[in-house]
């Protein structure tokens, strides 16, 4: 239906209004107060003006209050700007945009207060999680949790180059086998990435991909002005003109202006009547305006192209823009980061009727009356439903996790036994937890879990396997009601996946518990999907295993090296590293109530660490003896502050073995070799190098800033009774410098023992030897610290 005429010079107005805004906010930010020590703001200013148009049509008028967009980074302050004529951001925040604690350069869930629905800025990122929204959506749906609330539109603004990143094609393939629905992409075709102008014909690339997906495809190609041309004597060779005009040529037209337009127009069609009246008619300036009027910066042709869709399945828009349309630099191929003069500026604002002082004011320069454009905003669909962000129950967690007890075990396998056990229950806690895996289900331990709870599918599929009464040990069948998201070998799916599932109490308004399974080394894989996820907070656990070179007969190529300190590094994760299934089990519990805990700025009261997160399990497939112990409260503290003694030291220990993870029989066994030495020592069980650290890290600031004087980390607490004298040695299969930072915690002398180099395979004995970390190792590295008197028994070779 074509748009009503007030409305549609309405939107024009208010997308007129946007440009100004998100240019000035740029212009500001580099000329006026620039707050960003010399560095221009570059990538904003042309990438934002090409969508300014699209981005108003949406959020003025096509968007419902439960649709969630994922915008493109660079058009940043084009959002900023929408959300602050709905009265979203303030002026002080876009004064001090990219400043400390400003409106954000690339739209932030977690930094901005605008109501962003999707953290971006590594492109690619934002697009694939649109994706794995609305399959986290369905999800919700299918489990009959979204009560009266009406599902929305996934939607993602593209750029063209963006399209080149991997993660969107993996994430394309998956949504196919899900059977995708309610999900936008518009592509921003302005043909021009950062650095250059696009390839010919990428828009056809993208039509028979999208198609071949089972999406529909829609294509803006042009506006209201130059359709109305096409049908005018002469039009059709306009039209031909446009079409097999070079992307390149096109963009410098529109950087040169109408006179060359004019000039090329003639010179390429030549005098043929009717076409050369039809440019003739026009002034440069009119020129100018009927060729670039593309279809993606034509409000009418827009709007129209978005309310013709009438079925839920998913839409590839391909908008045709031009990259700084309206600006002075318009179509060049440089313009990534380019800027107004302050004289261009000048000219461009006393164009727009903007008084100098006048330059934050809403309305300031549009003809309508202040008090129409008021009462338009407060009725625009969008804002009907105040903040979007929804919030869920917490559910409880009860206070042990059980599992079915063996004398020898691994971790990896204690992971799927209490699984299991959840599964077999019908806690609230189990109903919400939900699994995934790229092609590692099985081989990560899940089947116990999926056979009980099934498999996820918006439609219902027996496994024929059972149905033939073929015998097999898993049970594939997939329902509405499956609680295991089965997906290919891509583990940027599988973080993704969890960025979306873990942020399902802000988008769904009802929390899901998500658990990824995956193999440690492809964590690596998938690092910047992993740190997006963390980024926006959403809220999940990763089981990686196996893991380090303990996994050796599986071959060198799967051992990980760099893991541990990933697991320190990242900023929302808590990592743990334990060697026994009880420790686990406990901070599994940790975990799901940790998940669920509301992040807090100054982090979380008692030991100034973050409060709330996501959570890393390190496992392994080791098989190693379980201690035999209760559980007690204290035992329990340990685990999760991050270490405990299996073997305390006395008041003149002279060595610690400080161990993580799988390397803990060479601990123990160097623990008991050594003790014929050397009386007092100690053995420490260090369950998280992470939180030990982060511990360490926020106590030194608690004391600096003399919140409390005498407050002291967990670490801190542990290591302070020891003698000055006393040596550590830390022990893990991973990089050493995991634990290398503990002797600076009180000042010990100390030995780091780990893997620095990967790839070689044997058995666990045979590449604990040659990387120096079994017993042996450790008893050499306490006697190069220790006391004097050589070490008098070590491990024989078997
Ligand atoms: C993963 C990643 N790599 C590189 C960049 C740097 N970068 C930002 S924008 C951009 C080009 C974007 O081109 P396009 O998607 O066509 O958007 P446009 O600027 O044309 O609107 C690049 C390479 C980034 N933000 N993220
Ligand atoms: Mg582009």
Known sequence: MPIEQNRLQILTALARKVLWLSSWTIHNANHIRPNNDGLKVGGHQASSASLVTIMSALYFSVLKPEDRVAVKPHASPVFHAIQYLFGHQTRE??????????????????????????????????????????????????????????????????????????????????????????????????????????????????????????????????????????????????????????????????????????????????????????????????????????????????????????????????????KGVGLPFQGHKDNHAGLMTPTQMETWRARQNIRPGYEWDKYEGLTQDPASLDAFLKQVPFVQQGTRRLSADVIEVPAHLSFKPAPSMSTQQGFGLVLNELARGDSELASRIVTASPDVTVSTNLGAWVNRRGLFARAEKADLFRSEKIPSTFNWDFSPKGQHIELGIAESNLFILMSALGLSSSINGVRLLPIATLY?????????????????????????????????????????????????????????????????????????????????????????????????????????????????????????????????????????????????????????????????????????????????????KIRRDRRNPQHLSHIEKLLKPLPRDCGIVTVIDGHPATLGWIGSVCGHRMEALGVEHFGQTGTIQDLYRHHGIDANGIIDAAESLSLGAPVLHRKMAV
């Not at 070179?549 to 893991?563: D, K, N, R, Y």
């Not at 405990?644 to 029989?665: E, F, K």
């Open 93 to 322: 925040k876009l004064e001090n945009f990219r400043g400390f604690k400003g409106a954000q350069s690339y739209p932030s869930r977690t930094k901005d207060i605008d109501d962003v629905d999707f953290s971006t800025g590594s492109v690619g990122l934002g697009v694939a999680q649109t994706l794995f929204a609305s399959l986290v959506q369905d999800y919700v749906s299918a489990h009959g949790w979204m009560k009266d609330r009406p599902e929305g539109r996934m939607i993602s603004l593209v750029g063209d180059a963006e399209m080149d990143e991997g993660n969107i094609f993996e994430a394309l393939l998956e949504g196919w086998k899900h059977g995708l629905r309610n999900t936008w992409w518009i592509v921003d075709y302005n043909r021009q990435s950062l650095d250059a102008v696009v390839r010919e014909g990428l828009w056809e690339k993208f039509e028979s991909m999208f198609r071949n997906f089972g999406w529909d495809v829609v294509i803006v190609k042009y506006g209201r002005l130059m359709q109305a041309a096409f049908a005018e004597p002469g039009g059709a060779a306009l039209k031909h003109w446009i079409d097999t005009c070079p992307n390149q040529m096109y963009a410098a037209l529109c950087f040169q202006g109408g006179g060359a337009f004019r000039k090329r127009l003639n010179d390429e069609i030549g005098d043929q009547g009717a076409v050369s009246r039809l440019i003739d008619a026009r002034g440069d300036d009119e020129l100018l305006a009927l060729m670039s009027n593309l279809g993606g910066h034509d409000m009418a042709s827009m709007i129209e192209a978005f309310e013709s869709i009438d079925h839920d399945r998913p839409v590839c828009f391909i908008a045709y823009t031009i």
């Open 520 to 700: 440690d080394p492809f964590i690596s894989r998938a690092l910047d999907q992993l740190n997006y996820a963390c980024y926006q907070d959403a809220r999940f656990m990763v089981a990686a295993t196996p893991s380090g070179i303990t996994l050796a007969p599986e071959g060198g190529a799967h051992q990980s090296i760099a893991t541990p300190l990933i697991g320190i590094a990242q900023d929302g994760l808590a990592s743990f590293e334990p060697a026994f299934v009880d420790e686990l089990a406990v901070i599994m519990g940790w975990g799901f109530a940790h998940m669920q805990r509301e992040s807090r700025e100054q982090g979380d009261e008692a030991s100034g660490m973050r409060s709330g997160g996501s959570v890393y399990l390190r496992l392994s497939t080791r098989t190693i003896e379980q201690p035999a112990r209760m559980m007690t409260p204290e035992l329990q503290l340990g685990i999760t502050d991050g270490a405990y003694w299996l073997r305390r030291p006395g008041p003149n220990c002279s060595i610690v073995i400080a161990y993580t993870g799988a390397v803990a029989p060479e601990a123990i066994e160097a623990t008991g070799l050594l003790g014929d030495s050397v009386r007092d020592i100690g053995l420490l069980a260090i369950t998280s190098a992470d939180r030990l650290h982060a511990g360490w890290t926020a106590a030194r």
